[in-house]
């Protein structure tokens, strides 16, 4: 039952706004190494407190394609690259287990945007990497699993441990559903969303 609720609750069959709604873009790699755990557990979840707070959700991946498991499909509403930012009040980017060294200048180029629009943005865990790569994160605190040190993109950032961080508009989680499964520490895919809920609030 949980499995087919979430099922729908991807698909777009529940939904609590309006279509006059702000909306937020839920951005997701493609290449998810535990993809039916993460589609559940992270942006099952975050889908389901942006809806239920008012927002509409749409998802974008860079190849545009169906995202399959034995037991759902993900279908993505628009590519990465037909995102207009001026559209979306917030973004936010699920860790999804992903290789976090493999960052793509389309990628770099729409976070970098999302900056300099002045619209906030959250990412957990491995899509830290995209803030990262894309150099937003100089002079900001920002979380991580383990502090990344000297690794390029973050040496001139403040790593401020585990947890949800949020530096102005950069909201960041450094433990994801799967890092939590596999640890025993606290998941913090769901503060991370409601965080950047009350941030894009504020905005209002």
Not at 14 to 26: A, E, G, I
Not at 38 to 49: A, D, F, S, T
Not at 101 to 108: G, L, M
Request: charged share 25%; aromatic share 8%.
């Amino acid at each position: 039952m949980k499995k087919l609720f979430y099922l729908f609750l991807l698909s777009g069959i529940l939904v609590s706004y309006s279509k006059d709604s702000p909306r937020v873009l839920l951005y997701i790699e493609d290449n998810s190494m535990q993809l039916q755990y993460m589609l559940i557990h992270e942006v099952g979840k975050m889908r389901e407190i942006l809806e239920h707070s008012g927002f509409q959700v749409s998802i974008a991946t860079i190849s545009g394609e169906t995202l399959k498991t034995d037991s759902m499909t993900v279908k993505p509403d628009l590519k990465l690259s037909k995102v207009n930012i001026k559209d979306y009040a917030g973004f936010i980017m699920p860790c999804m287990a992903t290789n976090d060294t493999i960052v793509t200048a389309e990628e770099k180029n729409f976070v970098k945007t999302v900056i300099s629009q002045g619209k906030p943005i959250a990412a957990q865990l491995g899509a830290i990497w995209i803030l990262a790569k894309a150099g937003v994160l100089d002079g900001k605190k920002y979380a991580l699993f383990d502090d990344p040190k000297n690794e390029s993109g973050f040496k001139n950032g403040i790593y401020s441990g585990k947890g949800v961080v949020k530096d102005g508009n950069i909201i960041t989680s450094g433990t994801c559903p799967w890092m939590a499964k596999e640890t025993g520490n606290k998941d913090g895919t769901a503060e991370l969303t409601n965080t950047l809920v009350a941030v894009i609030k504020d905005k209002k």
